[in-house]
């Protein structure tokens, strides 16, 4: 399983530099940052295979240290982040792959002078991340140390199988703009029934005084 797994990061490899997925461009700073997650990648009863499409997270942080979610209403809020952790990017988890011995592997652009670590985040859920879902993160990986020899600011994150361990409740809180239009649109119900009421009130004492 070893050779055939280091024969399919080879090929992954070519594949990122051929189609400039993981190639480093001129600019200053611009890297690229290919992800392998190894199987087996379990969910929470430690048995079974996260769902096929499971949403993994790459997140970048400037210290060693994996920061929690942000919470809102009654839940955590999965697309988040808090202190300096940012999100690189998402990738799936790719059943068809678990032959090769790999769960996911996808290709970013990433500016390296922002991080100096990075960790993955999975969701046992394809769909929506809402509701009560599995979840966990991986170690949190020291940039540096992962710079692929011989091909310039490329970044190999290569993660083993682990078993997700939280299981917690999550919640989407709609984006400013759209609070802001139902605010809109709830503002202009409520004034178009207020006039409607009191034109409905005019009409009554005018009938009564008929
Ligand atoms: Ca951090």
Redesign the pocket.
Do not use: E, N, W
């Given at each position: 399983m070893q050779i055939v797994f280091h024969r399919f990061r080879q090929c992954l490899l070519a594949l990122f530099v051929l189609f400039g997925l993981g190639a480093a461009s001129a600019r200053a700073n611009d890297a690229g940052l290919d992800v392998l997650v190894q199987s087996p990648l379990y969910g929470c009863d430690g048995v079974t295979p996260v769902a096929d499409g499971s949403w993994i997270m790459i997140i970048g942080?400037?210290?060693?240290?994996?920061?929690p979610m942000a919470q809102g209403g009654n839940g955590y809020i999965a697309n988040s982040?808090?202190?300096?952790?940012v999100i690189i990017g998402m990738m799936q988890v790719d059943a068809g792959l678990r032959g090769w011995g790999v769960e996911a592997a996808g290709g970013f652009h990433i500016d390296d002078s922002l991080y100096n670590?990075v960790y993955i985040r999975v969701f046992d859920s394809a769909g929506p991340l809402t509701g009560d879902i599995c979840w966990g993160t991986s170690d949190?990986v020291d940039l540096p140390s992962i710079q692929d020899p011989g091909l310039g600011n490329v970044y190999f994150l290569d993660v083993p199988g682990f078993t997700l361990t939280n299981q917690d409740t999550f919640v989407i809180i709609p984006e400013p703009s759209t609070a802001n239009l139902i605010l809109l649109v709830g503002g202009i119900a409520w004034a178009m029934r207020t006039n409607i009421r009191r034109k409905k009130k005019t009409a009554q004492e005018e009938e009564q005084q008929i």
């Open positions: 942080s400037v210290d060693s240290i994996i920061d982040v808090t202190g300096d952790d670590y949190i």
